[in-house]
């Protein structure tokens, strides 16, 4: 039976030993409640002091978008970030301050969904460092896109499911439909690769017609709520539509124009960083795991990374919302011991290439891969305001 569906579990404690720990309460406890808090309070302090002036791609034009009132920049718009950051009367500390608090928010929700999971306290702290440190995630936290709001609300998710699923009751079954509607209004392409998820959360945890019904209904009344404001915004606005973008995204999809040096060049864009940021989780592949979560982890990993390896990739900073599964295979797997180790490597590993990378010399393609595709998004990205790509002029600050 999985850990989804006990309580029983095979964890590491505070000083990595292992223990036989038992958690039925239904309730998550006070203590892990304060725990995760003081974690969350440092990822808002480490983030706040490695932020970033307004540079990184759609910031300057979500700013902009904001003071012209318009809310909008492209398909599929971002309309409720954008409102979000519009109610702060400095929309650039607005949109930075949200990115802070979806990181230390998400840092104390994951913490919870290990415990939940029935992670001991060492395994969850561990595994939330790990889950924190990630360089592009870091660096989502410093911008002013919207991917930090994936830091947040993929691990909510399934913590609210969790929290249904020991006691079902009609609100929490409410706040999980709005969780996906509200994520997926952040950032909707993130949501679109999570409607899997969020249906095997369904099927596993939510019985009955009228149930599921209720909790589609909300997901789908909270995206309307936040779909049709966005229409309107984009038609006003004349943003260009969505289908205008297929020409120029197909030189780079291995599914449209098969193997060509851009499609090669999309795919080294998925590979490289995602390497670079786990290479030392890759054991976790071979470890044992209950299958139920092997389930559920590949339902959130395998659509956004198939879309990313066939059809497009631009930057790490989209693996945002599936690094929390990433880090939840390795933390869920045994031996826990092991797991631990190689979580504690992963963090001390990008840690310190998030805040000492520095670009390697020379203009060779493995030199340029390195430099746009790794040391772009850690802090020398952020200080030196690094723009330029290697498809245009590839300029290393």
Known sequence: MSKLSKA???????????TLEQDSEEHIRLADVGQASLLGLVVFISRYLTKGPVYYVDGPILVRCILDRTYVIQPPGYW???RLGGLFGDPAFGLQFLNETFSALGAVVFFLLCRKLGLGKGMAWVASVCYESIFFVWLAGDIHSSYASQ?????????LFLLYGKRKTTPRLIACGACFA???GLRPSDGGFLILLFAILIVKFVHGLRNRALVVATAVCGCLGWYLPGQAASRAAHIVPMESYIEIVRPMSLLLSGVQPRAIGNTVRVVLPLSAAFWMLIPTLSLKRERFENCILAA?????MLFYLLIYMADPVYF???TAAIVLLT???????LAFRMMVLCAVFNTSLFLFARPLTGNGRVTQAINFYIVKYCEYGIKHQWTSTIGRGGIVP
């Open 320 to 322: 945002t919302y599936l």
């Open 300 to 304: 959130w990993i395998a659509p956004g």
């Open 331 to 337: 933390a869920l797997s045994r031996p826990r011991i």
């Open 80 to 82: 409720l970030f954008a």
């Open 182 to 184: 509200i994520g997926t």
């Open 151 to 159: 830091i947040l609300f993929p691990p909510l998710l399934v913590l």
């Open 8 to 18: 029983s579990e095979f964890t590491v404690d505070d000083e990595g030993s292992t």
